[in-house]
């Protein structure tokens, strides 16, 4: 098995590519070790030490570091561990594969915000999905959306930068109603 690895706009965060599927559909954050019980492949990685967030896209896995660790140094460790847990069989999440990432939405801006996750879906989380993260819907209110950086996207320098000229500019764009983007924390 031989594992790629790309750098992110996040130099804290290293984007792995097994070369097989990771999730079938959908996404999955793990924030923190604790957020790892269903799945033995982060739990895997977090083993590695050092390592503070897990991220698994389609056929990606996005590990970040701590601040203090050295990529050189645990680098190898983490090839390790998706090497080891490939070669296992096990499931990379047990019970419940990962779902659309969207919050729901109920209420009189149904149609504004159906239209917003179609935008995301199709014109923004592919694009951030190359860089190894994710950003999905939170919320709407009065003009404002409200989105959560997943993967190589929270935490990243540029993700401020992506936020406002970015998508901010793309939703005003097609969608009168939006006024403003803003990230929430997990």
């Known amino acids: 098995m031989f594992i790629q690895t790309e750098s992110t706009p996040n ?5 792995f590519l097994p070369g097989q599927t990771v999730l079938e559909m959908g996404t ?3 924030p923190n070790a604790e957020a790892a019980g269903k799945s033995p492949l982060a739990k895997r990685i977090f083993a590695v030490g050092d390592v503070t967030g897990v991220f698994f896209g389609n056929d990606f896995v996005t590990v970040t570091k701590a601040d ?8 190898p460790a983490i090839l390790g561990a998706i090497m080891e847990h490939y070669q296992s069989g096990a499931s ?7 779902a659309s990432g969207h919050a729901e939405h109920t209420g009189e801006d149904g149609d504004i915000v159906a239209q917003i996750k179609e935008l995301l879906d199709t ?7 190359q860089d190894g993260g994710d950003i999905t819907f939170h919320g709407f209110d009065r003009g404002i959306v409200y989105l959560h950086m997943q993967g190589a996207c929270a935490g990243c320098p540029s993700s401020t ?4 000229m970015g998508i901010e500019n793309l939703l005003r764009h097609y969608i009168p109603e939006v006024l403003e983007v803003r990230p929430v924390a997990a």
């Open 28 to 30: 999955a954050d793990f």
């Open 92 to 98: 990379v999440i047990e019970g419940e594969q990962a």
């Open 11 to 15: 130099p804290a965060t290293l984007k």
């Open 161 to 164: 930068l992506t936020l406002k």
């Open 68 to 75: 203090s660790a050295e990529w050189d140094h645990i680098k």
């Open 123 to 129: 014109r923004v989380r592919p694009a951030v999905a």
